[in-house]
């Protein structure tokens, strides 16, 4: 594995840690990525990347690599929100003019390869059992490839990027704070012989499905219902899952019904609370799930794994290169990420919700349904390259009304009104 000392060691090489990695090693710096599972493997996963993330694939010279993949282009957008319907795509952005869900056996197989590529020393089938201290500074981990002895390797900072059950977190007692209880759960599988595209639709019985293309001419199909149908769903997956389709949209419940064949088992996954976890302390650092975990209604996990992991790796950049004391670059990477991800997050965790809409987005949405300008731009919005006050502000508000014909006495100015 060459020599014992890194500039970083970063535990975890999926979405948010493989560009950690890569970014790092292409500035020059000595690092090493380690993950407990070898690669192509799938995990858990909604696949969904917002015109944001694909950006930042686009910088790093690996979209190509996702399209080469034969991912399917997908550029319509069916969001369907209790009745109010939004059909259409944002604009394109920096030649982005699609969206592509990649199987996780694809994205992360290519994201890992880039950081090996970069320079970045990657062990697979790694097991990392603990943390190096020097004091109350983290200074390395401890762990074991395969059955092998357990090893020891040091670095300037370690990075958790181990998911929301993150042993780095555990380890260094990192504090959750801004907790929102999870509000349901997913069940996912991929299905042949259905020709839908992208579809994001809610109903009126707390129950959404979506579904959209990806690898290997197969539709993920996932539904998401709250908690407190979780026993019953359980009892018979196969007919609940049906139900949800039936009950949100009948006549694409016939056609899955007719025409769907389930290739593959189905995929649980009762996820955790919304929360952020303090992302930094002394030589030590959190990303993607590890540090801040959202409901997965909205699909912007990988998106903000690719956003935080680029931010982390600038302010480590600095913190090795002297520009600036580490702890105030990773200090400033936690506030950063906090700021930038808060409207994001309120917005999740109130649509994870999957109940009415409170009264400001309602008559929101429903005017920007009546024009294909306004729905675009409310699809850029939710896919990251649209700016809220452009449609938020005041003014763009009173244009947003005025376009719609939405009369006077109801029109709502205020998200809490």
Same mark, same amino acid.
């Given at each position: ?14 979405? #948010? ?6 970014l ?5 710096? /000595? ?6 599972s ?5 995990t858990?996963?909604? =696949? ?7 950006? !930042?694939l686009? $910088?790093?010279g690996?979209?190509?690599e996702?399209? @080469?993949?034969? +991912?399917? @282009? ?5 969001y ?33 390869n @880039? #950081?090996? &590529?970069a %320079?970045?020393?990657?062990v ?5 059992t603990d ?7 983290v200074?390395?981990? /401890? %762990?074991r490839e395969?059955d ?20 780095v ?7 959750l704070?801004?907790?929102?209880p ?8 991929y ?7 992208l ?6 019985? $707390?129950?959404w ?11 993920? *199909?996932?539904v998401?219902?709250?908690? &407190?149908?979780? !026993? ?5 997956? $196969? +007919? ?20 769907g064949? /389930? $290739? ?5 996954m009762?996820?955790?609370d ?14 993607g799930?590890?540090?801040y =975990? ?8 990988i998106?903000d #794994?690719f956003l =935080?992991?680029?931010l982390? #790796? ?9 520009e600036?004391?580490?702890?105030e ?7 950063? &990420? ?13 649509? %994870? ?10 008559? +929101?949405?429903? @005017? ?15 896919g990251g ?11 763009a *508000? ?9 009369p ?10």
């Open positions: 594995m060459g020599d014992l000392v890194y500039d970083v060691i970063v535990v975890g090489a999926r979405c #948010a840690g493989s560009p950690v990695a890569m790092l090693a292409r500035q020059g710096h /000595r690092i090493l990525m380690v993950d407990r070898s690669f192509p493997s799938d858990v996963s909604t =696949h969904y990347i917002h015109q944001a993330g694909l950006l !930042k686009q $910088e790093w690996l979209l190509d996702i399209i @080469a993949a034969k +991912t399917p @282009a997908l550029r319509k957008m069916h369907w929100y209790r009745g109010v319907q939004l059909n259409g795509f944002a604009d394109p952005v920096g030649g982005i003019d699609a969206v592509y869900c990649p199987r996780r056996t694809v994205l992360d197989e290519i994201l890992v @880039a #950081a090996r &590529r %320079g970045a020393e990657v697979e089938g790694f097991t990392m943390l190096v201290f020097d004091g109350d500074r200074v390395g981990i /401890r %762990g395969g092998g002895v357990e090893r020891e390797f040091r670095a300037t900072v370690v990075v958790g990027a181990d998911g929301f059950h993150s042993t977190a555990k380890k260094v007692g990192a504090p704070y801004n907790v929102r999870a509000a349901g759960f997913i069940y996912y599988s299905y042949s012989g259905l020709d839908w595209g579809h994001h639709k809610n109903g009126f019985n $707390e129950q499905f979506g579904a959209w293309p990806t690898n290997d001419d197969l539709t993920m *199909l996932a998401i219902c709250t908690r &407190r149908q979780l !026993k019953e769903f359980r009892q018979d997956v $196969e +007919t609940r899952f049906q139900a949800v389709f039936d009950d949100v949209q009948p006549e694409m419940g016939a056609q899955l019904r007719d025409q064949r /389930r $290739e593959e088992d189905f995929k649980p009762r996820y955790p919304n929360y952020y976890r303090r992302a930094y302390g002394p030589g030590w650092a959190l990303v799930d590890a540090g =975990h959202k409901d997965p209604y909205t699909g912007w996990g998106t #794994a =935080h992991g680029e982390l #790796a600038d302010r480590i950049h600095q913190g090795l290169a002297g600036r004391p580490m702890e670059a990773l200090a400033e990477y936690n506030k950063v &990420r906090d700021e930038e991800s808060a409207g994001v997050y309120d917005y999740t965790t109130m649509l %994870g919700e999957l109940t009415e809409l409170p009264p400001f987005f309602r008559v +929101t949405m429903d @005017a920007m349904s009546k024009s294909q300008e306004w729905t675009n731009k409310m699809l850029g919005l939710i390259i649209v700016e809220g006050h452009e449609i938020y502000a005041p003014e *508000l009173e244009r947003l009304y005025d376009d719609a014909g939405v006077q006495d109801q029109r709502i100015y205020d998200p809490a009104g």
